[in-house]
């Protein structure tokens, strides 16, 4: 009996320590050569039971966590599969019999990746990005709708990326360009990785105002553009002002076209607008547009000479009609000149044949622009001589001659008279600044003149000397010393020239001058004609005849 209790007890020793080397063993591995099924294909799982042989397998897969898992294949004696499906899944082993089972393998999650293709999309679909700006991020898998997906994301910046459709950038900065892809999850499903989109993002941007002309044509218009390079989606605000301290005003907001026309002169700038909430550029500079009205223009020598000469100084004035009350800016064009007045007057001093042309002004007032002025011809000439003529040369007794002053081709003289006693003797001033161009002379003499114009007084050479004689009431007579009546051939005789009151010597048409005042001459057949001149008087002769 005691060694039949013993025997008993050793049976259930050994069977007890059998019992527990089987617990230690008999728990299934299941290994996936990659967890991520490739659109299309599939994975392998391999199940073993370490240190022991004679196994079959069954497969269990799962759609998800919560879900009870269903029987795949049982009783494989091949304990690798092949799985085209995502789930999760595990195995166990069996074998003898009864059969004996293992206990179930750890879960192995396997990814089916889905054939669809995400798109990563911007929204606001714009290829540039400006610092400041907001802009989403989207994921987008075509197919997928009433999906719960999961969202994965591939991005420059982001440390903790998110799990939704959408990545929103608020206030982008350059830090935040880079390339950008996605792909969802949904259960044990994977799409693939969209294709990178790249995001740019620049410095925030200045509007750009052109004008196609800076100069509005009376009763026109210009037009301007404005833009925003290398981007688009922008709406347009445009502002102007009508002097550089004025406030500028809006015109025209959130305008869809780029383009406006105006017909009002002043100060134009612009500035763009996109996305919500709406992100706005830089202001671009301004640009000057100038309106042309109608006032007629014209430019006028303030002396209206005809005929201006080298040395004088001359006004040219811009006169603008119905410009009264403003305060007006000129241009000038004129030849000759690399710095034109802004003012209405244009004085030239000392004026030369170079300065000969055509001159033109306008003017300008805040953003107004008269037109061009029709052109005023210049034309100058090398400095002139006066001209004196006299009425006749000789002064009759107690009566006077005229003298006449003239410059060829010009007016607005007036003019100097000038006197000689003798052509050695220094010329006195007779009468200056004459606006009578005759005068009146009763003294003889060498007489020249002058012409004398502007401010200050251009003259002209002086004329040639004009001799003047003057005729005196002194009787004068010529007298034969012999109280002779007749005379003979080869006689002597001497003729007397008296002048009373006047003592001078007298001399004959030759120019001989005798020391006394009787001329003796040889007498010959026929007559001969004596002359006494004297200074002031006139040539009186006297004929006698000889026989």
């Not at 073993?48 to 009870?68: L, N």
């Not at 799990?163 to 900065?173: D, F």
């Not at 007779?430 to 009578?436: F, K, V, W």
Request: hydrophobic residues 30%.
């Amino acid at each position: 009996m005691k060694r039949s209790l013993l025997c008993v007890l050793e049976l259930f020793l050994i069977s007890t320590l059998f019992d527990v080397n089987a617990e230690e063993h008999d728990k299934a591995v299941v290994i996936a050569n990659n967890k991520i099924i490739p659109a299309g294909g599939s994975v392998t799982l391999s199940c073993s039971v370490e240190g022991s042989a004679g196994w079959k397998f069954d497969w269990f897969r799962r759609d998800s966590v919560s879900s009870k898992a269903q029987l795949m294949r049982g009783n494989e004696a091949n304990r690798v599969i092949s799985v085209s499906q995502g789930g999760l899944y595990h195995c166990r082993g069996g074998r003898g019999d009864p059969v004996y089972y293992t206990e179930d393998s750890s879960d192995v999650t396997v990814m089916e990746t889905l054939p669809s293709k995400p798109t990563v999309t911007l929204q606001p679909s714009w290829t540039q990005i400006y610092s400041g700006e907001t802009v989403t991020v989207r994921c987008e898998i075509q197919g997928g709708e009433g999906a719960q997906w999961t969202y994965e994301w591939r991005a420059a910046k982001l440390n903790t990326p998110p799990t939704s459709n959408e990545h929103r950038i608020i206030r982008a900065t350059e830090s935040d360009s880079g390339g950008y892809s996605c792909r969802g999850r949904r259960d044990y499903f994977f799409s693939e990785w969209s294709d990178i989109i790249t995001l740019s993002v620049s410095h925030e941007p200045r509007a750009t105002l052109t004008a196609q002309s800076s100069i509005i044509p009376a009763g026109g218009s210009v037009t301007l553009s404005c833009s925003v390079e290398g981007s688009a989606g922008w709406k347009f605000d445009w502002f102007r002002r009508d002097s550089v301290s004025s406030k500028a005003q809006l015109m025209r907001g959130n305008e869809a076209n780029r383009v406006i026309s105006v017909s009002q002169g002043g100060l134009y700038h612009c500035r763009g607008g996109r996305g919500d909430p709406v992100y706005y550029t830089e202001d671009s500079s301004d640009v000057t547009v100038q309106q042309t009205v109608r006032n007629r223009i014209d430019v006028k020598l303030q002396h209206s000479w005809s005929q201006i000469f080298t040395g004088e100084t001359i006004t040219l004035r811009c006169e603008i009609q119905g410009g009264e009350g403003k305060v007006w800016k000129y241009e000038w064009t004129a030849p000759n000149t690399n710095s034109p007045p802004t003012s209405s007057e244009y004085r030239i001093s000392r004026v030369s044949v170079s300065h000969s042309g055509d001159y033109r002004c306008r003017g300008s007032s805040d953003y107004l622009l008269t037109g061009w002025s029709d052109a005023f011809t210049l034309t100058v000439s090398y400095k002139p001589r006066a001209t004196l003529t006299a009425g006749t040369t000789i002064i009759p007794a107690g009566g006077s001659v005229t003298l006449s002053c003239s410059v060829q081709s010009s007016d607005g003289w007036k003019f100097d008279w000038f006197r000689r006693d003798s052509v050695y003797s220094k010329a006195q001033l007779m009468r200056g600044n004459e606006a009578n161009r005759v005068i009146s002379v009763s003294q003889g003499g060498l007489y020249h003149c002058r012409g004398g114009r502007g401010d200050p007084v251009y003259s002209t050479e002086d004329s040639s000397d004009v001799t003047v004689q003057q005729t005196v009431r002194n009787r004068i007579d010529v007298k034969l010393q012999h109280s002779w009546s007749q005379i003979f051939t080869g006689e002597t005789i001497t003729l007397r020239c008296e002048i009373q009151e006047v003592k001078e010597r007298c001399g004959n048409m030759n120019g001989q001058h005798p020391t006394q005042t009787a001329l003796q001459h040889p007498v010959n057949t026929g007559s001969a004609e004596f002359q006494c001149p004297t200074v002031e008087t006139t040539d009186v002769g006297v004929a006698v005849t000889i026989s």
